[in-house]
């Protein structure tokens, strides 16, 4: 028996494919360990995408492990950002776009609840202050 | 002169139209004084709309005097859920659907984040062993 008669079975532990290039596997590492902080200390994180040499492969693939949650928020203020929750509970898919539409950044935020959706103390006494002119003024 | 030459105007300080029935005001009050109480104590609270006497006009006057906010989420669950912030921030308007479509209940949420938004630690638990899971498979 000849050596090119043994089949070769290439096990390639990293995802192969056109565009990836190894850098986001080891994001979901990170993601694991950012959750389970969360979990013990309630701090929360994010990691910038964008700031990372990832291709757009790099993040389909890490986008499609992450999968879908039930969770969908729009954010409409210079630009429309999007927070996504994913089949993780507590890692949410975070895009900013610019007023054209493009994408300007992306993070993957690790917490309960994005801090964009959080309404901000000040924010609230303006709005009761509002509310209250317009009651005074029924 | 006249009794019948003199102009009468009628001045309403409650809104009038069509299937208002003067329930919804007193609403846009009870809101202002659980805004204050979410400011001191922290404490959120919610108004079950299907639960009071109002009319599709009431629900829309509410609606329009409440404004419409920079945040939008949608919860796919059975059905869809909707949550909005209105123009008051901490005041989120909130919609459940059931399978087919049609709206379910309705309430007036107020807290700095909708209690449904809100990843439950135990979730996060789940999440992040499917993680590890999904990372000792790559």
Redesign the interface.
Known sequence: MSLDAIPIHVVN???AGPGLTGNA?PL??E??EL??R??ETGETAAIDLSALPLTPADLDWLRD?LGEG????????SGESTLN?T?????WWVTHHNENGAVTSQFIEV???PE??????Q??????E???L??AN?
Chains 1, 2 share one sequence.
Do not use: N
């Open positions: 532990t990293l995802p596997p979901l590492r993601i694991s959750l389970l969360l979990l492990k039930e969770i969908a928020v729009t954010l409409q203020a929750e089949a993780c509970s507590g890692v917490a309960f609840v964009l959706v959080k309404a901000h103390p924010d609230v006494a303006i709005g009761q509002y509310l209250e317009m009651i029924l």
